[in-house]
């Protein structure tokens, strides 16, 4: 399955609280990306690291932060700033080095939803 | 930044028949074009993808082609059958920026009646 694991595959939020979605990646990647899927649409870019203890924001960073303290480690919260996140999220990674676009392997997702 | 332009929204065939989702992007600079399958709930997976050297590459009944000039490029399949049926994106990605993520199209909903 690519070598890019997420968990849970579903997660349940009340309003207000925060959540961390998990991924990891035995791939040996150095970088790491966050989509977000809404139903119908396309994947938007949430935020990315190009190499671990250093992370940017992509286009829809609003409400969610990432830390990356380990190559393997990419992990996701969703803070209660997020108005509406509930979605679909993937996570992927990417090898080659930074002057190389290479494909991306996405993580097989994790399903949020607000109750 | 890149914007990627996908269509069409919803495309159904014949078992048999050909299909074409044609794709345009914004960034000159972009050099990278994947196509990615995603079935229902699952992740994306790559299908085959394009680098902005040669215009046109195929694998079995997949083909993509690129024009530079135009910034479009499209994905072809031939003989469709109904295990093609799924949800197909398109992409774009640009060296040397910062971030090197792909900016996908809104994607193509294929069905394949059997």
């Known amino acids: 399955d690519g070598g890019i694991t997420q968990s849970p595959k579903y997660l349940f939020r009340k309003e207000g609280q925060n959540v961390t979605l998990s991924c990891e990646q035995n791939?040996?990647?150095?970088?790491m990306y966050w989509y977000r899927q809404d139903p119908g649409q396309g994947l938007r870019l949430i935020y990315y690291?190009?190499?671990?203890?250093?992370?940017q924001k992509g286009d829809i960073a609003e409400g969610y932060s990432v830390s990356r303290e380990k190559k393997e480690s990419f992990p996701l919260t969703v803070t209660s700033a997020q108005k509406n996140p509930t979605a679909f999220y993937l996570c992927?990674?990417?090898?080659?080095?930074?002057?190389?676009?290479?494909?991306?392997?996405f993580g097989p997702g994790t399903r949020l939803t607000v109750l | 930044g890149e914007n990627v332009e996908q269509h069409p929204s919803t495309l159904s065939v014949q078992e048999g028949d050909s299909a074409v989702i044609k794709c345009t992007y914004s960034?000159?600079?972009?050099?990278?074009f994947p196509w990615y399958k995603q079935e229902l709930g699952k992740r994306p997976q790559l299908i085959i993808d394009i680098r902005s050297n040669v215009g046109e590459k195929k694998d079995q009944r997949i083909a993509v082609t690129l024009n530079k000039t135009a910034k479009h490029f499209s994905l072809h399949i031939t003989e469709t059958q109904p295990e093609d049926s799924a949800v197909y994106f398109c992409?774009?990605?640009?060296?040397?920026?910062?971030?090197?993520?792909?900016?996908f199209g809104s994607g193509t909903r294929l069905q394949v009646q059997p």
């Open positions: 960034d000159s600079a972009s050099n990278y």
């Open positions: 690291s190009q190499i671990v203890n250093d992370f």
């Open positions: 791939l040996n990647h150095d970088a």
């Open positions: 992409a774009a990605s640009q060296p040397f920026t910062g971030r090197r993520a792909l900016t």
């Open positions: 992927a990674s990417r090898g080659g080095g930074l002057a190389e676009n290479n494909e991306q392997f």
